[in-house]
């Protein structure tokens, strides 16, 4: 993994250093395609010297081939030809600039975005689970895929569209005056007028569009829970009330947009009508100075094509502005990204033990970040010894997915230590570690691909043997032989072909197959039926007896043979045995026995 | 100049304004009878629209006369006459001032069109989509649905708000320019006319190559958006067996590939500005040398071969435009097809008249039938009876027919053959209202809404006092819980990060309580809760239940132990049925599953 020293700044004074480090992070990416970067702009000058030299052969034409001014007033139609064919050229000419600048630019931006993306995309990969919790995936998403495209768009247009217009904009003023300085007095007028209304729109369009967003997401938020939770509302008769709930959200939203769009409609012509006025007031100049001998009416023609350029350049300014304030909004979501450091770092240790499968937990304690310091597991200590089946029960939210959850450090403990096979689990390179550990989650997930490879995840390698031992083993044989394309059924997008059971299943095969030395379960067979889940439990201890297992459980059935169970309770330990010596010995246990299995 | 300024604006990415010209096109496939239907959306609206026409119309006219205004000038120039100058400048501000009020109010009545009709046409959807049958929504993909009502809504709204008077205005400025070019001087209108070829072929070859690039962009960048939503989404399995590096190449590669298409889409796309320039200023040379010749010989005057060069730009833009627009109708009108396909969907059946107001809660399922797909029967003649007040548990293995049971009951399908009644009335036969109103369900898949959990608990019961509500809290042991939570019971439920499986469960329970139904389901409400809590839950119930009929399902065979009757199922029948005790003393099939359970322990 690469690291990046310039993210580690303190955050201070957060948004002018943010500010700073997007630029930084830009400059860093975009330094590698340097040459594009610069060669882009440059043939854009080229394209644009090009359109600004059009307006001047065009008032040649006019002066001298049809007017014939310098001619004593007889048109030169050779004149006319010849300027004609230099002005297809040139144009040529600044078609291929043109198509150039666009491949540099092209080269440029999509790689830099290509390697942005990546990079995050990495940078995510090595995340703790505490830091993807704290972006939430679906903000992770947005970050990596359309964040990424914005700086994306915006370093193209930095590089093409912004060129281009500030080009325009001043070869416009100096064409212009070239022609004759008194056309500066309109653009010197009118100039003041549109950069006020420029940043006028500016001003009361932007926040609008935060508005216009936050009520979309409303919107959609509102449908998607009633698509999804369809059976409730129609459980409960809400159907009017859900509909009056879309309806104002439906309101605030086509107001907004018809604000937006309304304060464009203001915006396009008056624009349009200082535009309009600036060519009435170049005519009327021109005229001046045509009458005093000073330009010719080519220039009068070529002047109105220069100040019509000069003026659009200013207006899309505008558009630039949102252009930027977009891309550097986008650019600080994706420098949170690149700027948090993977909270786990990499141990050393990546050797042999003598013990294999043994899990202690010396003086643990656990609190959530951003929680407020409320611990979830205190001054905990526990030993899991070698091959031995460990159970788990406690309440709800008493801390048992926490206590497993440190074992592979998808989070680190707070206080005390976590040791596998007698090394600090902090010392352990992860792979290392987490190589020696096999985890089903109580979320089972399941990717959008075959059965098979779902199962053989974390082994790729895995023999047809292997697979099917590992599926006889999770009692998933069954269902999947019954699927049309057997281990090669394709598994829809988020596991929505699977139902809940099977999705365990296979996320227990997954588990198995890999073959670890510690096995962890954490909550994985509640969707199984009790039979069902008997039968797993005996394959285990047939098939992968030396496995150190750990069970999370609701049902005592499901922990009952273990070698020892443990009670976990406000995140203590209540209590930890055997099922005979916590029923003799337990109150709670007797308390949750009594509640599953008194008669 | 007419063609910079637009084009200025069309780069604005505003919401309701077009997007890039070389968006997909989509073909819909009964466009015409669609179009119609999208039409009439537009009935009430009649006087907006007509309106809208003519300020059409008077801009097309005032921006097709203004060049002519400003070649009289430049006529009035070279001809050193500066008398007519003043007088025509004049009027050319008048012109342009009437053209500035007319776009504004062009822009302003579309826009007010196009949020009244897309207001209208979401209404319309979302009454569907609230009111489709529950059959629809499990067999068709969640996404596809939202995409129909954000998306295509989204884009019918753009088309309406932009196309529809772009379109109208384009067509009059071609017919508007073709006319006062020819007025003017036919030979050269003639010559103006190559440039409309040259660019519609050009239009034609360039769009033609750029659609492959831009269809493999499309499928890539799908491809790359699932990677990350299914590897971000399961990153904790990612990480759980090390798969980072393998994740991470894989993306790489992805990632790699998009660029490329999206390089060389982007060069493509790219160089239809330049071509465009190219084609237009050889057009401008044509008139420049034409017109020149034709000048020289007197036929026309240089304000003419002005007016021209105006005129060719203004008429070869429309052209362009209304290849574009036609494109995007395609693509609204494909997407008005998918919504109006949900919005013809078959609402659910929701008849009956009954009422279940003085209802004492006995459930008869009588010879009852039913299968999602044709011949895959889910229940095969199903008969049970519930009677009133009694608390009745359904157990057995996955598929066996017990969610079907409840989706029956609570008609969220409809049996094929057999019936159910309540109190002796067939449930076809009872307002849906009515009955869905008495009777309260908790689902395994827990929902709760983005609302505070005041709200969520009172879904139910709108009226219900804060009392009523801690109260049904406490019974469903999640008062302290909420408690604990940051604003209590104000605290705004976000997303599924801030509360447990557990938790969710307890919410929607307690929200079920706070009903106060006559029938209550629990369908593996209390999965994810510890057995402890879950018995006090239950001993709760007890009491609120009194007298009123509750259906368990449960895989944990503690949950409905205490049932007064348990219904063993098996392949949509009913094999067993007895209290505990009876079906324990009958050792048969509960029997096994109990002692699954009970297997190697002493009592």
């Not at chain 1, 459980?235 to 947009?257: H, I, M, P, S």
């Not at chain 2, 077009?18 to 015409?32: C, L, M």
């Not at chain 2, 429309?318 to 395609?330: C, N, S, T, V």
Request: hydrophobic share 45%.
């Amino acid at each position: 993994m690469r690291t990046r020293s310039i993210f580690s700044t303190s955050i201070s004074e957060e948004e002018n250093s943010q500010k700073a480090r997007v630029q930084e992070t830009m400059i860093k990416y975009l330094r590698k395609y340097w040459l594009f970067f610069i060669l882009a702009p440059l043939f854009m000058l080229g394209e644009v010297s090009m359109d600004l030299l059009q307006p001047r052969l065009m008032g040649r034409i006019v002066d001298e081939g049809v007017l014939g001014l310098s001619n004593g007033g007889v048109g030169d139609i050779a004149l006319v030809m010849s300027t004609g064919v230099r002005m297809i050229g040139l144009v040529l000419f600044g078609c291929l600039c043109g198509i150039l600048s666009g491949v540099f630019a092209n080269l440029c931006s999509q790689n830099f975005g290509n390697d942005v993306r990546k990079a995050a995309f990495r940078r995510v990969m090595a995340f703790s689970f505490e830091q993807t919790d704290r972006f939430s995936t679906g903000s992770l998403i947005t970050r990596v895929t359309n964040d990424i495209t914005q700086i994306q768009n915006l370093v193209s247009q930095c590089i093409r569209g912004f060129v281009r217009t500030f080009l325009l904009f001043a070869g416009g003023i100096v064409c212009m005056l070239s022609l004759h300085l008194s056309f500066g007095v309109v653009v010197a007028c009118a100039m003041p007028l549109i950069v006020l209304c420029v940043l006028f729109f500016i001003g009361r369009a932007n926040p609008l569009f935060a508005v216009l967003q936050e009520k979309l997401d409303r919107l959609n938020n509102v449908m998607q829970e009633n698509v999804s939770g369809t059976r409730v509302v129609k459980a409960y008769v809400k159907e009017a009330y859900e509909q009056e709930r879309f309806g104002a959200a439906n309101d605030g939203l086509v107001e907004t947009q018809l604000r937006v769009l309304l304060l464009f409609s203001y915006m396009t012509p008056i624009m349009n009508i200082i535009l309009n006025v600036s060519v009435v007031a170049v005519i009327k100049v021109g005229a001046l100075q045509v009458g005093a001998g000073n330009v010719t009416p080519g220039d009068v023609m070529a002047a109105v094509t220069y100040i019509s350029q000069i003026l659009n350049a200013v207006m899309r300014v505008n558009m630039i502005f949102q252009m930027v304030s977009r891309g550097v909004a986008s650019g600080r979501r994706v420098q949170e990204v690149l700027d948090c450091e993977p909270a786990i770092r990499d141990g050393a240790f990546d050797g042999d033990t003598p013990v294999r499968g043994k899990v202690e937990f010396r003086d643990v304690s656990f609190a959530y970040p951003g929680m407020g310091g409320e611990r979830v597991l205190s001054h905990l200590n526990l030993t899991i010894h070698p091959g031995e089946t460990f159970g788990i029960l406690g309440a709800t939210g008493c801390g048992k997915s926490t206590l497993v959850n440190l074992i592979p450090r998808f989070y680190d403990a707070t206080q005390g230590q976590v040791l596998v096979d007698d090394v600090d689990v902090r010392d352990y390179t992860l792979p290392a570690l987490r190589g020696r550990i096999a985890v089903a989650l109580q979320k089972s997930e399941v990717f959008g691909t075959t059965i098979r490879e779902n199962i053989a995840w974390g082994d790729p390698e895995a023999s047809e043997e292997q697979i099917r031992r590992a599926a006889d083993a999770a009692q998933a044989t069954e269902f999947i032989d019954a699927k049309a394309d057997g281990l090669d059924e394709r598994v829809a997008q988020g596991g929505h072909s699977l139902s809940g059971g099977q999705k365990q299943r296979v996320a227990i095969a997954r588990a198995v197959l890999k073959n670890a030395e510690i096995l962890i379960f954490d909550d994985t067979t509640s969707a199984l039926d009790l039979k069902t889940e008997a039968k797993l439990y005996e394959a285990l201890k047939r098939e992968y007896a030396d496995m150190t297992k750990i069970i999370i459980a609701q049902r005592i059935a499901s922990v009952k043979d273990a070698d020892r169970i443990a009670v976990i309770d406000n995140g203590r330990l209540a209590a930890c045995g055997s099922h005979e010596e916590l029923m003799a010995g337990s109150e709670i246990y007797r308390d949750i026995y009594d509640s599953q299995l008194k008669r | 100049m007419g063609e910079q300024r637009e084009q200025s604006m069309s780069n604005y990415k505003l919401p309701g304004m077009r997007g890039p010209r070389n968006r997909q096109v989509e073909k819909p496939q009964e466009g015409f009878k669609t179009l119609r239907r999208l039409v009439l959306y537009f009935a009430g609206e009649r006087r907006v629209v007509l309106f809208l026409f003519f300020v059409v119309f008077v801009v097309v006219i005032a921006s097709v006369y203004a060049p002519r205004l400003q070649s009289d000038a430049i006529d009035s120039i070279s001809a050193r006459d500066f008398g007519a100058l003043p007088a025509t400048l004049l009027v050319m501000l008048a012109v342009y001032a009437v053209q500035s009020v007319g776009t504004f109010l062009q822009s302003r009545e579309s826009a007010v069109l196009s949020q009244r009709v897309v207001k209208r046409m979401r209404e319309d959807l979302f009454d569907c989509v609230v009111n489709l049958p529950v059959s629809y929504i499990d067999s068709h993909s969640h996404g596809d649905i939202m995409s129909r009502m954000t998306n295509d809504v989204e884009n019918i709204s753009n088309t309406v708000s932009q196309s529809l008077s772009s379109l109208f205005s384009g067509v009059l400025t071609v017919i508007g320019t073709v006319a006062m070019m020819l007025w003017l001087c036919p030979p050269l209108a003639l010559l103006s006319c190559t440039t409309v070829i040259l660019t519609v072929t050009a239009t034609k070859f360039l769009s033609g190559a750029m659609r492959t690039f831009y269809r493999r962009r499309q499928a890539l960048l799908g491809a790359l958006n699932g990677t990350v939503e299914e590897m971000v989404g399961g990153c904790r399995t990612v990480a759980a067996y090390g798969r980072q590096e393998a994740v991470t190449a894989s993306f790489d590669r992805t990632a790699d590939e998009l660029t490329r298409a999206g390089i060389f889409a982007e060069i493509l796309g790219g160089s239809m500005g330049p071509v465009m320039n190219v084609i237009n200023n050889v057009g401008f040379v044509i008139i420049a040398a034409f017109g020149g010749y034709f000048a020289v010989h007197g036929v026309i005057s240089i304000g003419i071969i002005s007016a021209f060069i105006v005129y060719a730009k203004q008429f070869g833009r429309p052209i362009d435009e209304i290849a574009q627009i036609y494109g995007q109708i395609q693509t609204a009108v494909a997407g008005a097809e998918r919504v109006f396909a949900i919005i013809d969907e078959a609402r659910e059946d929701k008849s009956g008249s009954g009422t279940m107001e003085g209802a004492k809660g006995v459930i008869n399922f009588r010879g009852v039938n039913f299968s999602y797909l044709p011949g895959q029967q889910v229940l095969h003649d199903f008969d049970l009876e519930v009677r009133a007040g009694h608390k009745i548990a359904l157990v057995g293995a996955t598929g066996s027919g017990k969610t079907t049971v409840v989706n029956l009951l609570m008609r969220f399908y409809d049996v094929d053959s057999g019936e159910i009644l309540i109190d002796g009335v067939n449930i076809r036969d009872i307002d849906c209202r009515s009955l869905r109103e008495n009777t309260a369900i908790v689902l395994q898949d827990t929902v709760l809404f983005a609302d505070t959990v005041r709200n969520n608990l009172k879904y139910g019961r709108q009226d219900a006092t804060d009392e009523e509500m801690e109260e049904a809290a406490r019974m469903s042991n999640c008062h302290d819980m909420i408690l604990r939570l940051r604003d209590g019971y104000d605290t705004l439920l976000t997303g599924e990060g801030s509360l447990s499986q557990g938790q969710r469960q307890l919410l929607a329970i307690a929200r079920a309580f706070l009903a106060q139904p006559k029938i209550l389901i629990l369908d593996e409400a209390t999965s994810s809760v510890d057995t402890r809590t879950e018995k006090r839950i239950q001993d709760a119930m007890v009491k609120l239940m009194e007298n009123r009929t509750s259906l368990i399902i449960a895989h944990r065979l503690s949950t409905i132990r205490d049932a007064d009757y348990i219904v063993v199922m098996d392949r949509g029948r009913i094999i067993e049925a007895g209290n505990h005790e009876e079906l324990i003393a009958a050792r048969g099939k509960y029997y096994e599953l109990y002692m699954t359970q009970f297997a190697g322990s002493a009592t």
